[in-house]
């Protein structure tokens, strides 16, 4: 089980982190992905970070201003997210896949886990 949090109103310009703990089972040989949903859109990838934390990927919207990353002691990894906008508006859920190799996937059916949610909403 992949657990979110984290989410709450922000103001734009502020910052804040989410974390995604798992349960259950280890991190340590899985890609793990935010993905986020704003209302009335289709899911999208946001940023993924492989099983050693040495391969890290962004979607172009985010790039510069998001941060993830990855404590295998606490089995967590985090999106630290900076410079919000209205428009980070969403949904945010992380996901998991096993993957040994460190690619890059940014699909939703890529993905095997799925955390439920945590909402970040900023405000203009």
């Known amino acids: 089980q992949l657990q979110a949090s984290g989410g709450g109103l922000v103001q734009a310009g502020g910052s804040r982190r989410l974390s995604c703990a798992a349960s259950?089972?280890?991190?340590?040989?899985?890609?793990v992905a935010w993905f986020r949903q704003a209302p009335g859109k289709e899911r999208e990838f946001v940023a993924s970070?492989?099983?050693?934390?040495?391969?890290?990927y962004y979607a172009d919207s985010v790039k510069g201003r998001f941060a993830i990353s990855r404590e295998k002691v606490k089995n967590t990894v985090y999106l630290q997210m900076n410079s919000l906008q209205p428009g980070d508006t969403a949904v945010y859920y992380c996901?998991?896949?096993?993957?040994?190799?460190?690619?890059?996937?940014?699909?939703?059916?890529?993905?095997?886990?799925w955390g439920q949610g945590t909402e970040v909403t900023v405000s203009s």
């Open positions: 259950g089972r280890t991190f340590s040989t899985y890609t």
């Open positions: 996901a998991a896949r096993r993957d040994m190799d460190g690619r890059y996937y940014s699909q939703l059916d890529e993905y095997d886990y």
């Open positions: 970070i492989s099983w050693s934390g040495s391969n890290t």
